[in-house]
């Protein structure tokens, strides 16, 4: 009888668990925070405090805050070093990483290169220039930005260079807000950046989390759908953001050696246990193309692909069923 009792407290404590979610705009983007806890009211305490987290990430790493420490490195290019904080200066070393595993196909000082495309208005009458190109391509590079580990600073050796998260930098928050939720002793959740997603634990009833691959093609048909615990996934894509130069689209993704939008993807999907090393991996892919990209993917086993090419074409990693099935692991 005690035993009945037991389990039956405990099925009242399991279905007593609520689901609350919450959309809000950070980081420039939309952010979905869904949270498996005891009630509405901590449930929306938690995700306030995982908001000012992420809006504490925001303040550190955004290139147009000018009060932020990636913007004091930026205005003082080829000035002076900055001292950054820890955080700061190891998201710029596991950038600078993905820099070199990419031949430079992944380089967050892409940001000098913006401005040469009208990614907001979302058309051009036409191409850049190649004198623009070029010019833009010249405070390019990752090569050119040095950082102190004794002092923790970081400089960018060329007048007008700039550095930006663009690429990594809300996978990074969706992994530290998940960071930061399971502190608050959150036992399930996801954290949705505009895409690039973190999970952890399981849905109400113990069920996976259930995740689309967004179709750029059909967003009403999911490439597939992943069901998950401890996951991380990315998309890289021209489907969203991208701009329309005559009656083509060109992505928002710029190859940092020509200055032209990546070609012959149009969509990247990364799936592993880190949602920031998985945007490194989609991004760079993007720019490199499929077989180059497949190349840098395959020296991380944890790590799978769904790719689409121009054409429509489906391609999937070798390992990508492996890494599908170990998600769904504790």
């Known amino acids: 009888m005690k035993y009945f009792w037991m389990i039956f407290l405990m099925s009242i404590g399991i279905q007593a668990q609520v689901k609350e979610s919450r959309d809000t705009i950070l980081m420039g983007s939309r952010f979905s925070i869904t949270i498996i806890d005891e009630n509405l009211e901590k449930a929306n305490q938690h995700i306030d405090l995982i908001i000012s987290e992420i809006v504490r990430i925001e303040e550190a790493i955004s290139d147009w805050k000018p009060s932020s420490q990636v913007s004091k490195v930026n205005q003082n290019a080829g000035i002076q070093p900055v001292k950054v904080d820890e955080e700061v200066f190891n998201l710029t070393k596991r950038a600078l990483y993905f820099s070199e595993i990419s031949d430079g196909a992944f380089d967050i000082s892409f940001a000098a290169m913006e401005k040469i495309y009208d990614y907001q208005e979302g058309w051009m009458e036409e191409f850049p220039s190649d004198s623009i190109r070029l010019k833009a391509i010249e405070k390019v590079g990752y090569q050119n930005i040095v950082l102190d580990e004794v002092e923790q600073t970081i400089f960018l ?38 895409g690039d997603m973190a999970t952890w634990g399981m849905n109400l009833n113990n069920e996976f989390w259930k995740i689309g691959v967004q179709n750029p093609r059909k967003p009403q048909k999911p490439l597939d759908i992943l069901k998950v615990q401890n996951a991380a996934m990315t998309t890289s894509g021209s489907y ?55 190349r840098v993917l395959k020296e991380f086993p944890a790590y799978a692909s769904l790719m689409m090419t121009d054409e429509g074409e489906l391609k999937r990693s070798s390992n990508y069923r492996k890494v599908k099935r170990s998600l769904k692991k504790d």
């Open 157 to 194: 050796k060329l007048p007008g260079m700039k550095i930006g998260f663009g690429a990594t930098g809300k996978g990074y928050a969706a992994d530290k807000a998940k960071e930061f939720a399971q502190s608050l002793g959150i036992q399930a959740g996801i954290i949705n950046a505009s």
């Open 240 to 294: 969203e953001k991208f701009v329309l130069i005559g009656d083509k689209r060109y992505s928002h993704i710029i190859n940092p050696k020509t200055g032209i939008p990546a070609i012959g993807l149009i969509s990247v999907t990364v799936i592993g246990p880190n949602a920031e090393f998985a945007n490194g991996l989609s991004t760079s892919m993007m720019v490199l193309g499929m077989e180059e990209g497949l």
